[in-house]
């Protein structure tokens, strides 16, 4: 008998098992219940189908849906059970890849001559379930290069054989559930039985490779759950999602828009979103003027020259719009892709010494990338976006503080914006693919220890992954839930010894000798659009008094008290009250229905009364009549109550 292995649990428990036993066979080991649930196992920090042997000592981790990397990869074997379903309903069809997304799955398909339309995606559930209750098993297989190409060549699929073109000999796999076979590295469920529940959510188009050049895919949006009452509450989820998507309170609140002339990913701020943009950098800048941050103000464009130095051009010349040339030969641009390379410029124009550090900028720069059209997204995902950038310059010795104090700076923002339940990612560098990131291990090994230690000691709830660090250095981003319970990626703060050393940035320390700064990015925002279109769907557009662009109505009850109604607006205006006069000549019960569809906080009722008494009747959206007012007592109200929901999270 061979010598048992080790593995060891979560829990530091370590037991014996017969080498070649797989994760599944560990799960019922421990209980049946566990391995009923169990969809993948993660050995040594890698996630592995449950029915995978392993053959040396290990720590496993038993996956389940209440794991993130087990819904993946239920997710990722939905993909495939639906191009099962697909290959049975339409032969002859092939297939581009199929990941899982973060709710649910996708996969591409090139239907060749069959046009899919809407009203089939119920076939291909039925379809789906069907085959889903046939429980077959999700088969590894390794396969040599030269197998695979035949296998593809023989039938047709340019797309499988391209992404072979990029594979090495002896790493390729191919899984087999059913029917189906697929390329693909997993790893999957045991079998399709565990999947229960499906919907098909979208269909849209995708250039293979996401090269516009190249042909246009049928991409399939699905999302599969192990039980019908979990799907059920998703798509009541999704109705309510519905209700509070951001293009549509946007367009209703008259906040943004987009114009095909002016160009796709381009949004415009209406008058009312740019106040309510004006109002989030404010506050921004009153929090960060208190923090001794310094505001900066940079180009649009920058040559080509900076971000080669910085290393953005090599990384994402191809995310980034074309350069601009110029009559002079040699000469180009580019639209800004990032502001960190002008800020460093900014750093190196005269000498700083260990004394002067850290030295903080801000910046609410604008900045372009081109995203592919079929990505863009409202203002979650657009071709120019504002972010409340700031880089920090600063000792070694202080990057950890310097860290610290951003965290409390995007802790305060998230409180002042009703954002409560979040968990810090830390992003560290994907060790298998050194080749994405500049620099070395020791500058690495710093920055990645000053993240991981600033973030326990603030006690901060914490997920760790590898491979979502920055090119430059390691980051911490936070990942907020919103009022629907979906996750959104907003602050981010990154430690930074690359850029410092590309643009041979100095400090002359205490020893009289040269150093060099390190550099933290900083933005607890992201971007100013991204941050809108998640802030308008968490609160459904019923912004914090503060915030809200309208937070008064005046609503005269005839044109006779317009002139009043005009007076009162002036002096509101004045003590930063904003708001409009609606001079319509509808009944007041219609105007007061308006403008709480219209999420206005507060209703100013002006008639015969009010005039001769200068005075208001208040009504509070939510809450009704308010009584009657003195204009002077309105306004104290009204600033008491933003200063008591601002000072309580000072």
Same mark, same amino acid.
């Given at each position: 008998?061979?010598?048992?292995?080790?593995?060891?649990? !979560?829990?530091?428990?370590?037991?014996?098992? %017969?080498?070649?036993?797989?994760?599944?066979?560990?799960?019922?080991?421990?209980? #049946?219940?566990?391995?009923?649930?169990?969809?993948?196992?993660?050995?040594? &920090?890698?996630?592995?189908?449950?029915?995978?042997?392993?053959?040396? $000592?290990?720590?496993?981790?038993?996956?389940?849906?209440?794991?993130?990397?087990?819904?993946?990869?239920?997710?990722?074997?939905?993909?495939?059970?639906?191009?099962?379903?697909?290959?049975?309903?339409?032969?002859?069809?092939?297939?581009?890849?199929?990941?899982?997304?973060?709710?649910?799955?996708?996969?591409?398909? $090139?239907?060749?001559?069959?046009?899919?339309?809407?009203?089939? @995606?119920?076939?291909?559930?039925?379809?789906?379930?069907?085959?889903?209750?046939?429980?077959?098993? =999700?088969?590894?297989?390794?396969?040599?290069?030269?197998?695979?190409?035949? =296998?593809?060549?023989?039938?047709?699929?340019?797309?499988?054989?391209?992404?072979?073109?990029?594979?090495?000999?002896?790493?390729?796999?191919?899984?087999?559930?059913?029917?189906?076979?697929?390329?693909?590295?997993?790893?999957?469920?045991?079998?399709?039985?565990?999947?229960?529940?499906?919907?098909?959510?979208?269909?849209?188009?995708?250039?293979?490779?996401?090269?516009?050049?190249?042909?246009?895919?049928?991409? /399939?949006?699905?999302?599969?759950?192990?039980?019908?009452?979990?799907?059920?509450?998703?798509?009541?989820?999704?109705? %309510?999602?519905?209700?509070?998507?951001?293009?549509?309170?946007?367009?209703?609140? #008259?906040?943004?828009?987009?114009?095909?002339?002016?160009?796709?990913?381009?949004? @415009?701020?209406?008058?009312?979103?740019?106040?309510?943009?004006?109002?989030?950098?404010?506050?921004?800048?009153?929090?960060?003027?208190?923090?001794?941050?310094?505001?900066?103000?940079? !180009?649009?464009?920058? *040559?080509?020259?900076?971000?080669?130095?910085?290393?953005?051009?090599?990384?994402?010349?191809?995310?980034?719009?074309?350069?601009?040339?110029?009559?002079?030969?040699?000469?180009?641009?580019?639209?800004?892709?990032?502001?960190?390379?002008?800020?460093?410029?900014?750093?190196?124009?005269?000498?700083?010494?260990?004394?002067?550090? !850290?030295?903080?900028?801000?910046?609410?720069?604008?900045?372009?990338?081109?995203?592919?059209?079929?990505?863009?997204?409202?203002?979650?995902?657009?071709?120019?976006?504002?972010?409340?950038?700031?880089?920090?310059?600063?000792?070694?010795?202080?990057?950890? %503080?310097?860290?610290?104090?951003?965290?409390?700076?995007?802790?305060?923002?998230?409180?002042?914006?009703?954002?409560?339940?979040?968990?810090?990612? /830390? *992003? @560290?560098? $994907?060790?298998?693919?050194?080749?994405?990131?500049?620099?070395?291990?020791?500058?690495?090994?710093?920055?990645?220890?000053?993240?991981?230690?600033?973030?326990?000691?603030?006690?901060?709830?914490?997920?760790?992954?590898?491979?979502?660090?920055?090119?430059?250095?390691?980051?911490?981003?936070?990942?907020?839930?919103?009022?629907?319970?979906?996750?959104?990626?907003?602050?981010?703060?990154?430690?930074?010894?690359?850029?410092?050393?590309?643009?041979?940035?100095?400090?002359?320390?205490?020893?009289?000798?040269?150093?060099?700064?390190?550099?933290?990015?900083?933005?607890?925002?992201?971007?100013?659009?991204?941050?809108?279109?998640?802030?308008?769907?968490?609160?459904?557009?019923?912004?914090?008094?503060? @915030?809200?662009?309208?937070?008064?109505?005046?609503?005269?009850?005839?044109?006779?008290?317009?002139? =009043?109604?005009?007076?009162?607006?002036?002096?509101?205006?004045? %003590? &930063?009250?904003?708001?409009? /006069?609606?001079?319509?000549? #509808?009944?007041?019960?219609?105007?007061?229905?308006?403008?709480?569809?219209?999420?206005?906080?507060?209703?100013?009722?002006?008639?015969?009364?009010?005039?001769?008494?200068?005075?208001?009747?208040?009504?509070?959206?939510?809450? &009704?009549?308010?009584?009657?007012?003195?204009?002077?007592?309105?306004?104290?109200?009204?600033?008491?109550?933003?200063?008591?929901?601002?000072?309580?999270?000072?």
């Amino acid at each position: 008998m061979s010598q048992p292995i080790k593995i060891t649990l !979560p829990d530091g428990s370590v037991r014996e098992y %017969e080498k070649g036993t797989t994760g599944l066979q560990i799960a019922a080991s421990i209980s #049946e219940g566990l391995a009923r649930n169990v969809l993948a196992a993660k050995v040594n &920090g890698q996630v592995w189908d449950a029915t995978r042997p392993i053959e040396e $000592d290990s720590s496993l981790q038993l996956l389940t849906w209440n794991d993130g990397e087990g819904k993946n990869t239920f997710w990722h074997s939905s993909a495939h059970l639906m191009a099962e379903a697909l290959e049975a309903l339409y032969p002859g069809i092939k297939f581009g890849i199929g990941p899982p997304i973060e709710t649910g799955f996708y996969y591409d398909v $090139d239907f060749g001559d069959h046009k899919l339309e809407g009203d089939e @995606l119920e076939k291909i559930e039925q379809k789906m379930i069907e085959l889903a209750k046939e429980k077959n098993e =999700y088969i590894r297989k390794q396969v040599a290069k030269k197998d695979a190409i035949a =296998y593809f060549s023989e039938k047709g699929d340019e797309y499988k054989l391209d992404l072979l073109e990029g594979l090495e000999d002896g790493s390729i796999t191919f899984y087999e559930q059913g029917n189906f076979v697929d390329l693909c590295r997993g790893p999957h469920i045991p079998n399709t039985g565990f999947i229960k529940a499906v919907k098909l959510t979208n269909i849209a188009g995708a250039y293979w490779r996401g090269d516009e050049k190249r042909k246009m895919l049928t991409r /399939i949006y699905g999302v599969t759950f192990p039980k019908a009452q979990e799907l059920k509450d998703y798509l009541t989820l999704l109705e %309510e999602a519905k209700k509070r998507d951001h293009r549509k309170i946007g367009r209703e609140l #008259e906040l943004f828009t987009f114009s095909e002339k002016v160009g796709m990913g381009l949004p @415009l701020w209406l008058p009312k979103g740019t106040l309510l943009r004006e109002r989030l950098i404010s506050f921004m800048k009153k929090a960060q003027d208190k923090s001794g941050y310094q505001q900066v103000t940079t !180009p649009h464009i920058g *040559s080509k020259v900076l971000y080669e130095t910085s290393g953005h051009y090599e990384k994402y010349g191809k995310d980034s719009f074309q350069p601009i040339t110029t009559p002079h030969e040699g000469e180009a641009f580019l639209l800004k892709p990032m502001n960190c390379p002008h800020h460093c410029e900014i750093y190196k124009h005269k000498p700083r010494s260990y004394k002067d550090l !850290p030295i903080r900028y801000a910046e609410f720069g604008t900045v372009y990338r081109y995203e592919q059209s079929g990505e863009l997204h409202g203002l979650t995902r657009v071709r120019g976006f504002t972010q409340d950038d700031a880089h920090i310059f600063c000792r070694p010795d202080q990057v950890k %503080e310097e860290f610290i104090k951003v965290i409390d700076l995007v802790l305060y923002v998230f409180k002042a914006l009703g954002f409560k339940d979040y968990t810090a990612q /830390i *992003s @560290l560098r $994907d060790p298998e693919n050194p080749s994405k990131y500049i620099g070395g291990d020791e500058a690495w090994n710093k920055a990645e220890s000053a993240i991981i230690e600033a973030a326990a000691e603030k006690g901060l709830e914490t997920v760790t992954e590898l491979g979502e660090a920055a090119f430059y250095g390691p980051k911490l981003d936070f990942m907020v839930k919103d009022a629907l319970g979906r996750k959104w990626q907003l602050g981010t703060i990154q430690v930074d010894y690359q850029l410092p050393d590309r643009f041979q940035l100095e400090y002359i320390g205490s020893d009289n000798q040269k150093h060099r700064p390190v550099m933290i990015h900083r933005a607890p925002f992201g971007s100013l659009e991204r941050f809108v279109a998640v802030l308008i769907e968490h609160c459904a557009g019923d912004f914090p008094l503060w @915030l809200s662009p309208e937070q008064i109505n005046i609503l005269p009850i005839s044109e006779k008290y317009i002139s =009043y109604a005009e007076e009162l607006k002036g002096i509101l205006d004045e %003590e &930063g009250i904003t708001g409009n /006069i609606d001079n319509r000549d #509808e009944k007041i019960g219609r105007k007061i229905r308006d403008a709480e569809v219209k999420k206005v906080p507060f209703m100013l009722i002006v008639g015969e009364k009010e005039q001769e008494e200068r005075k208001i009747s208040v009504r509070k959206r939510g809450e &009704g009549d308010l009584g009657s007012f003195s204009i002077e007592d309105f306004i104290k109200y009204f600033q008491g109550i933003i200063s008591e929901s601002l000072s309580k999270e000072e």
